[in-house]
Structure formats: structure tokens, C-alpha cells
């Protein structure tokens, strides 16, 4: 566990849209420019605000996608169809737009790149997205530390990043990337590879003799679901670290 | 019903603004069962006027939390210890 850093006082700063990439059909990535950012850590997280001219204010939490770099900050966000703030940052939002963020915060499920165990990421869905800073950052500080991801999804086009991730897999060495689809029609061949259970996770995964860090994130059924099944193949429950979002994501 | 909660992580902000460090790692005793574990595992309900933290290991309340717009009630009654990691002073 990382030593406890002194933190200063938390204040909302204006950020400024400078980019957005449209990552899938109901997600995207928006691009800010935050003055005085302090620097995250992989799987950190930013509350972000958004007020209305009338003063109604809403609030919701969002994990960071980038690795550190300055004070660039990219996060992804999954629409959810009945939410109040994230079809407005999905569809609506444009370059030139600001709104509020406070951060980062959140020092439970965050990788360390100074620690060379080799780590476990499974993803269900938007959970990706705090694993993809993981995998960011250990592309940019060049750490040696072995990865394996699984990520789960309902299909390849709603799987976020999946380019990025192909070709990340075939250019960092170390880094493993397997993709679950859910809701492809089954083959013969597939049907017992759409959802991650424990054959996937012993295959595309690490035996816990290594002493792989696992970080899970994701729905919570999913979550709770994984982290039991890695538990219970004998992974050490402290090293099994788990971020739920809900039924559909914030 | 497992969908109808998330997890202590995201409370970090809300807490880091009543905080000098991050709360979610610190580990609390629950005080129905005993149950020790980090912050960021508590299952969180937010459908309700402000959030409620219940112990992943018997489901009682470990605290309840509800912000003003110019301050915060925290109802620690389910956690009889926090073990809070603190800067060595030097």
C-alpha cells in the first residue's frame, strides 16, 4: 500500500473542453485542459459538476482514461439512457465548453507503476475505463510489470478503445488483451467463451501463485460475480481490488 | 438486487471535502459483525436523501452521509474504528 500523501484542500476548478472522440456509438471521450491540475495516479477518479443558468446544479463521478500528462485530462463516458448528466456530456457537449471538476480523488483502486507484480485487469463494459489509465501509464513510464487484460463486452462495437487496445497489444510488450462478447450470436466454436467465468479467467489470466495484483471494475452484479470466482481459484482477497458503478454505469 | 448499489470509491470526493486524506482506503470495524475492510468496499446506496454505506459482510449501516449547501452530516454509527493511513511527519 502506497504511503499516505499529504493532500491539499479539495476546490472545483474550471476545465476546458479542448477535443472530443467519439469512442462508440454511446460513449465518448472528452479532452480537458485543467489550470493547476495536480496529477493523478492510474484509476483515479474526478467528480465532475455541471450548473444551469437557474443555479440547479448536478454532480457525478468520473474515472480518468489518460495517463498523467500535465494538465490534460481525458475522461470516457458511457451514456445512460435515463441519467440527467450523461447524455448532455455525450451528445451535447462541444470543444470550447467548461464545466467543473474536482480532483483527482480515490487512492483504493489505483495501480502503482513503480510495483512490478504482474496485474489482472477484467473489465465489464464503461469499466474499462479506469484500467485503460492503467494501461496508458504503464506504456508511458515503460513498466515491465506483465498485464492481462479481459474485457467483457456486449459486443465489438460497443467494446471501448478496441482499436487502440489491438494494436497496444501487438506494440507493448507485457501487455495481454482478450475480449469477452456477450451478445454475438454464438457459433459452436464461441458459445462458451462469451462470458468470463472461471475457464476465462484461468486462461487469459494469471495463476495466484504469482501474486498478481487483480483489479476488477465494472457493473456490480459483474464485479461481485468476478472477484468471488477469482477468490474462490485461490487469488489473495486483499489483492483482488474492485470499483462497482451500478447497474449501468453514472 | 446486487445492481441496486455501487461501491465506497465513489464517495472520495464527498469525503475528501471533509478530510485532509483519502478516506476510502481506510479500513473501518463494523460494529454488528466485526467485519474489517477498507472504505472503498462498503456497498453504497444513493437513492435515498443523502448516502448510506452498509458492511459488505452483514449489511448493517456503517455510516450515513448528507451534505447542505453549507455542511455535511456524518453518521458514523456502524464503525466502531477507523484505521486511517496518516503522512509520517517526519
Do not use: K
Not at chain 1, 489509465?133 to 515503460?142: F, P, V
Not at chain 2, 448528507?66 to 517526519?90: F, K, M, N, Y
Amino acid at each position: 500500500m502506497a504511503r499516505a500523501a499529504v493532500l491539499g484542500r479539495l476546490s472545483w476548478r474550471v476545465a476546458d473542453v479542448v477535443d472530443v472522440v467519439e469512442e462508440t456509438s454511446t460513449a465518448r471521450s472528452l479532452i480537458l485542459d485543467v489550470p493547476d491540475w495536480p496529477g493523478h495516479r492510474p484509476g483515479q477518479h474526478v467528480d465532475l459538476r455541471l450548473t444551469a443558468e437557474d443555479g440547479y446544479s448536478a454532480q457525478r463521478s468520473y474515472s480518468i482514461s489518460s495517463a498523467p500528462d500535465g494538465g490534460r485530462v481525458e475522461l470516457t463516458v458511457q451514456r445512460v439512457e435515463d441519467g440527467e448528466v450523461s447524455p448532455y456530456l455525450v451528445d451535447v457537449v462541444e470543444p470550447g465548453d467548461r464545466f467543473e471538476v474536482r480532483g483527482p480523488v480515490g487512492g483504493y483502486f489505483v495501480w502503482d507503476p513503480d510495483d512490478p507484480a504482474p496485474v489482472l485487469l477484467v473489465a465489464g463494459g464503461s469499466g474499462v475505463v479506469p484500467l485503460m489509465a492503467m494501461i496508458r501509464t504503464r506504456g508511458a513510464r515503460g513498466s515491465p510489470a506483465p498485464f492481462r487484460l479481459i474485457y467483457s463486452s456486449r459486443t465489438p462495437g460497443t467494446a471501448v478503445y478496441r482499436q487502440e487496445l489491438r494494436v497496444r497489444a501487438e506494440s507493448n510488450p507485457g501487455l495481454e488483451v482478450a475480449f469477452a462478447f456477450t451478445r454475438v450470436p454464438s457459433t459452436a466454436t464461441d458459445a462458451g467463451r462469451r462470458r468470463v467465468g472461471t475457464d476465462r479467467l484461468r486462461e487469459s489470466g494469471w495463476p495466484p501463485d504469482l501474486g498478481p495484483t487483480c483489479f476488477v471494475c465494472g457493473p456490480t452484479g459483474f464485479v461481485e460475480s468476478i472477484s468471488r470466482l477469482l477468490v474462490d481459484a485461490g487469488h489473495d482477497p486483499a489483492r483482488v481490488l474492485t470499483e462497482r458503478f451500478g447497474p449501468t454505469g453514472g | 438486487m446486487s445492481d441496486t448499489w455501487v461501491d465506497g470509491n465513489g464517495l472520495a470526493g464527498a469525503l475528501r471535502e471533509l478530510f485532509a486524506v483519502d478516506i476510502t482506503t481506510a479500513r473501518g470495524t463494523c460494529v454488528g459483525c466485526g467485519t474489517v475492510g477498507p472504505v472503498a468496499g462498503a456497498r453504497v446506496y444513493t437513492r435515498a436523501p443523502g448516502v448510506v454505506a452498509r458492511c459488505p459482510g452483514c449489511g448493517g449501516v456503517l455510516f450515513r452521509l448528507v451534505r447542505g449547501p453549507d455542511r455535511a452530516w456524518l453518521d458514523l454509527r456502524g464503525v466502531t474504528c477507523l484505521e486511517i493511513q496518516v503522512p509520517d511527519s517526519g
